[in-house]
């Protein structure tokens, strides 16, 4: 439990309370935890995880994308709002993918 939390409980920093009994009589409660923000850390810095290729190219495209909006009525008869279609993402995410470019600018 306490690897996934990144701290180990124990009886200073958590304790359970009782908040009633079910109908066969056992206790049912909550842990209580309170964290000790001046006890020392290990020292290690949480990992960031890489961005997967295809996400950044996703990411890259929609940016360049939103560059040029367009006003587009929604749903028909609703606002207009400034959005770009989804057609133009794409355009934009096959061009990366293909040519394997992760900051292709101007198409």
Do not use: C, W
């Amino acid at each position: 439990m306490g690897a996934k939390f990144g701290a180990v409980l124990d009886k200073s920093t958590g304790r359970v309370r009782e908040l009633g009994r079910d109908d066969k009589g056992r206790p049912f409660g909550a842990m209580i935890v309170r964290p000790d923000f001046n006890a020392p850390t290990d020292g290690r810095e949480k990992k960031k995880r890489p961005v997967a290729v295809n996400r950044q190219r996703f990411i890259d495209a929609f940016n360049e994308a939103i560059l040029a909006p367009q006003e587009i009525r929604v749903h028909g008869d609703g606002p207009i709002v400034k959005a770009v279609k989804a057609e133009r993402v794409r355009d934009q995410f096959y061009k990366r993918h293909v040519t394997g470019q992760m900051g292709l600018m101007k198409s």
